[in-house]
């Protein structure tokens, strides 16, 4: 079992910053590809970045790309979502996940929902116009 923590989301106005933290317990965090999800009222979640277990290789929503950082501390077991020029339509719940990925040699970089058996509660970012 791998249990997740989010923290770090707020009221931000647009072209401000904020910076998600999600903290692991339980099984070894770096055997975890790490992904950070959204879920805006109304719609599906969606996929916003993931990190590979090792942390040297990560990937991002289109939509993200250039304005968003993920990172992760395996010592201290943290994940994170550095979140800058925010945009209104950025305005959603923001979800990590866990992805056990040892079968895969610790190199995927999953981006779908089906992929990840552990997930936190959530932290809300809203941004205002």
């Known amino acids: 079992q791998v249990q997740l923590v989010e923290s770090g989301g707020g009221l931000v106005q647009a072209g401000g910053s904020l910076r998600l933290s999600c903290a692991a317990s339980?099984?070894?965090?770096?055997?975890?590809?790490m992904g950070w999800f959204r879920q805006a009222p109304g719609k599906e979640r969606e996929f916003v970045a993931v990190?590979?277990?090792?942390?040297?290789?990560?990937d991002y929503a289109d939509s993200v790309k250039g304005r968003f950082t993920i990172s992760r501390d395996n010592a201290q077991k943290k994940a994170y979502l550095q979140m800058n020029s925010l945009k209104p339509e950025d305005t959603a719940v923001y979800y990590c996940?866990?992805?056990?990925?040892?079968?895969?040699?610790?190199?995927?970089?999953?981006?779908?929902?089906?992929?990840?058996?552990?997930w936190g509660q959530g932290t809300q970012v809203t941004v205002s116009s």
């Open positions: 996940a866990a992805s056990w990925s040892v079968p895969f040699g610790r190199a995927i970089m999953p981006r779908t929902v089906d992929k990840y058996g552990y």
């Open positions: 339980g099984r070894p965090f770096s055997n975890y590809a």
């Open positions: 990190i590979t277990a090792g942390g040297g290789n990560t």
